[in-house]
């Protein structure tokens, strides 16, 4: 699999599973895959209510804040405040999850991953990072906010959009603003 640029201007935002906003999917694996049978799948969405959040049986999620005052997320009980932007939040899918908007509308970036295939986590890097995906592994780097530059290759990725890197994939990122790096590690591979 060679590196794939996955640009904002593609993507058809879709209905949340719980029907309350809008999504986009940036990527998914497999290709093609519904909210019901990926293995991971990463989206921006707008959030423009409080309310609650869908189930994901099985799913593990990593939320970050991109733009607007924040939420706070009441998971199974427990309180959490997720105000600051790009710092990155994990919890469960199948988690009675509530979100309460801090202020007015948000946006956030959402990783979400069946635990029993694979695994997932978010770094946020604001200057130059090196991604070389091991074996059994993709790394998506998503711009969240300004700019970042594919050393190697010289490629500019705008506001929202996305590498998508497969093990034997390498370069070196500048970035000119916020990016993501997920990581996402297959079970089966290890």
Known sequence: MALQLLRAQGRTPAPWKNGGGVTSEVAAHPGGARTDDFV????IADVARSGPFSVF??????ITVVDGPGMALTVDGARH??????????????SDTQCELLGGPIVDFNVM?????????????????????????????????????LGRK?????????????AGDADDID???????????DHDSN
């Open 40 to 43: 991971w799948r990463v989206s």
């Open 57 to 62: 049986e099985g799913v593990d999620r990593i």
């Open 81 to 94: 405040v997720v105000a600051d932007p790009y710092e990155p939040f994990a919890f469960a899918g199948d």
């Open 113 to 149: 991953v069946r635990r029993a295939d694979a695994s997932a986590q978010v770094r946020i890097v604001r200057d130059r990072v090196t991604v070389r995906p091991e074996a059994g592994t993709r790394v998506l780097a998503v711009v969240l906010q300004g700019a970042a530059t």
């Open 154 to 166: 010289s490629v500019r990725l705008d506001h929202l959009d996305a590498a998508l890197f497969a």
């Open 175 to 185: 970035v000119d603003g916020v990016l993501a790096v997920v990581t996402v590690a």
